[in-house]
């Protein structure tokens, strides 16, 4: 693109105050080249990314209640705070940082058995599940979820995995339900998140999750403690079950074809947001893809 451009300049910087362009992109290569041939990996380097990473988290949590202690928000209209946040300002940026930082917490947590290192990830944990119900973006419970999905997996490889499977949930959902209690407390100074932030934090039906996965969590714990699990036995629903999720993603797609072809109407369907493809779908990406499909039709 760069070679074949005709604005040089801007291809070789990227766009003022963006800077994306091919001398980034190099830097990004030969960072990626540097560190796979010469990185030597300790376990210890998790914590580089977890301690700065947790003040992060912890300083866009404190943002979202109005709690301002850099005086980043200083000349930010009140409007617009929802966009910005923490140290790395935009939003969906922030929520693509949280995204690589927290499944990297949550597999340590769930591999590491001693007592005190599990704490200290533990209190990690904590941490960034606030933050992902606090963020505003949509696509770090997407990312959740798909961690999620992939330590359930893992977890039917012993009884203590699949123990600590459930440990994870119930932290994440009681980080959540932490955050709703808190909302509703400092009502006056939170920031008021959208649809799927709010639900997770403040609706009934979060707090029913958290006493099952307790339910769950103990109920195995005990079981365990008798060396009774056998969680291994159990793979085969595992299997069938997973192998459910690509007829999922199969009804998904149909059924966001038929609502947006106006197919299905009069349902609840045709309130949720995502499954309606129009301009403003996905902050507004939908115009994005649609334009560009149609640009390339007409050439």
């Given at each position: 693109s760069y070679?074949?451009?005709?604005?040089?300049?801007?291809?070789?910087?990227?766009?003022?105050?963006?800077?994306?362009?091919?001398?980034?992109?190099?830097?990004?290569?030969?960072?990626?080249?540097?560190?796979?041939?010469?990185?030597?990996?300790?376990?210890?380097?998790?914590?580089?990314?977890?301690?700065?990473?947790?003040?992060?988290?912890?300083?866009?949590?404190?943002?979202?209640?109005?709690?301002?202690?850099?005086?980043?928000?200083?000349?930010?209209?009140?409007?617009?705070?929802?966009?910005?946040?923490?140290?790395?300002?935009?939003?969906?940026w922030y929520s693509s940082y949280l995204c690589i930082a927290l499944p990297i917490g949550m597999a340590c947590y769930w591999y590491k058995r001693e007592l005190k290192w599990s704490t200290l990830w533990g209190v990690f944990l904590c941490i960034a599940f606030a933050s992902v119900v606090t963020q505003n973006s949509d696509s770090a419970f997407m990312a959740l979820g798909g961690s999620f999905l992939v330590l359930f997996w893992l977890s039917f490889e012993s009884d203590e995995y699949f123990v600590r499977f459930w440990e994870l949930a119930v932290l994440c959902l009681a980080s959540f339900k932490v955050i709703g209690v808190l909302q509703k407390i400092f009502a006056g100074r939170a920031i008021q998140l959208e649809g799927l932030s709010t639900f997770c934090s403040q609706s009934t039906a979060t707090w029913i999750l958290l006493a099952v996965a307790v339910v769950i969590y103990a109920g195995r714990y005990s079981i365990n403690r008798k060396g009774k699990l056998h969680i291994e036995k159990f793979r085969m629903a595992r299997n069938v079950l997973y192998a459910l999720i690509p007829v999922f993603i199969i009804a998904l797609v149909v059924c966001i074809y038929l609502v947006t072809a106006g197919r299905i109407s009069g349902t609840f369907l045709n309130n949720i947001g995502y499954l309606n493809f129009d301009e403003h779908w996905g902050n507004n990406r939908g115009f994005t893809w649609k334009f560009t499909m149609r640009m390339f039709g007409d050439y």
């Open positions: 070679g074949l451009s005709d604005y040089r300049n801007a291809a070789f910087w990227g766009y003022d105050g963006w800077f994306m362009g091919v001398m980034t992109q190099t830097i990004f290569v030969l960072l990626y080249f540097f560190v796979s041939r010469w990185f030597l990996w300790h376990w210890s380097y998790w914590w580089f990314i977890a301690l700065p990473s947790a003040i992060v988290f912890l300083l866009g949590i404190l943002h979202r209640f109005n709690v301002d202690p850099l005086g980043m928000y200083e000349g930010v209209d009140e409007s617009v705070k929802i966009l910005f946040l923490s140290t790395l300002g935009q939003a969906t």
